[in-house]
């Protein structure tokens, strides 16, 4: 079945520690994008490419990173700068005419 | 500035009532609006959606209306029922952009 997959489903992160974030889609879609969604809060973006090796920041980029080696994947990397990093994250995807196809999500918690 | 106005914010139906949430947008570039339905710790799941040359489509029990003179699209789910209760996200995007801008979303619960 062709969707995207997000892992891990939940991930702990220390103080000052940089963590990856993965999202893999098989449904050969040009755009991918991620979001960060707080309890209670809509979904706000964080990054977004439409090609590969093409990337623009989002809404609330600062202290994330991402990177677009493949159509296939876009992996989120949460930096030490990030200072609230705990929130629930989505990665989705699309073709132009169309909505989103989101993942399942990564929750992550700093500890 | 917010694209995309969602209300209410929380919303609370009997089983059986109608759940009605409504979206308005400024933007007139916006032709394609699509609903998505969020589950606690899910992804949020396309649900329904329109383009402006119609001002109304119906999939089962979920029906958008759109009024493109006021700016404005509302979503109703009709006989209400509890597996309803979710969190639904109006978006709207416009011509060739791939991007969506979304509303700030609704908390339907629907009491047995």
């Known amino acids: 079945d062709g969707g995207i997959t997000q892992s891990p489903k939940y991930l702990f992160r220390k103080e000052g520690q940089n963590v990856t974030l993965s999202c893999e889609q098989n449904?050969?879609?040009?755009?991918m994008y991620w979001y960060r969604q707080d309890p209670g809060q809509g979904l706000r973006l964080i990054y977004y490419s439409q090609i590969v090796n093409d990337f623009q920041k989002g809404d609330i980029a600062e202290g994330y990173s991402v990177s677009r080696e493949k159509k296939e994947s876009f992996p989120l990397t949460v930096t030490s700068a990030q200072k609230n990093p705990t929130a629930f994250y989505l990665c989705?995807?699309?073709?132009?005419?169309?909505?989103?196809?989101f993942g399942s999500g990564t929750r992550l918690t700093v500890v | 500035q917010q694209q995309v106005k969602q209300s209410p914010q929380s919303l609370i139906v009997q089983k059986g009532g109608i759940s009605i949430i409504n979206c308005a947008y400024e933007?007139?570039?916006?032709?394609?609006f699509p609903w998505y339905q969020q589950f606690p710790g899910k992804g949020p799941a396309l649900l329904i959606a329109?383009?402006?040359?119609?001002s109304e489509k119906k999939e089962g029990r979920f029906t958008i209306s759109f009024n493109k003179s006021a700016k404005q699209f509302s979503l109703h789910i009709m006989d209400s029922q509890p597996g309803d209760s979710a969190t639904y996200f109006c978006a709207a995007r416009a011509g060739s952009n791939y991007k969506l801008t979304f509303g700030k979303g609704t908390l339907l619960t629907v009491n047995p």
């Open positions: 449904l050969n879609h040009d755009a």
């Open positions: 989705a995807s699309s073709e132009q005419a169309y909505g989103y196809t």
């Open positions: 933007n007139t570039a916006f032709d394609y």
């Open positions: 329109i383009r402006p040359d119609v």
